[in-house]
């Protein structure tokens, strides 16, 4: 499991996420590579600041799980992004 946090959040929230075998990349790892991590990752956190739009989640095929902390327009452009992964027939592409 590959968990991406793409914004600073507590240590103790991090630490929470830790499994054995898991990885847990923080906002500070990320290098300004956000997309090519979630290319091979399992889980995105985010709150408010990262725009997670269909461009971020192009190549996150592995992707299952958006984790999201904030409402508004904000979640409705995570729910617009989330349904351009899904051809005409509703399946994940």
Do not use: C, Y
């Not at 929470?16 to 923080?26: A, S």
């Not at 500070?28 to 725009?51: F, N, Y």
Request: hydrophobic fraction near 50%; avoid cysteine; glycine fraction near 6%.
């Amino acid at each position: 499991m590959k968990i991406v946090i793409a914004e600073k959040i507590s240590a103790a929230a991090v630490e929470q996420l830790k499994e054995p075998g898991w990885t847990v990349l923080t906002a500070d790892q990320l290098d300004g590579k956000l997309s090519e991590h979630l290319e091979s990752a399992d889980a995105l956190m985010v709150r408010s600041a990262v725009q997670v739009d269909a461009a971020l989640l192009a190549n996150a095929k592995k992707l299952r799980v958006i984790g999201f902390e904030g409402s508004g327009s904000a979640l409705a452009a995570i729910r617009q992004a989330m349904a351009a992964r899904k051809d005409e027939s509703g399946k994940e592409k």
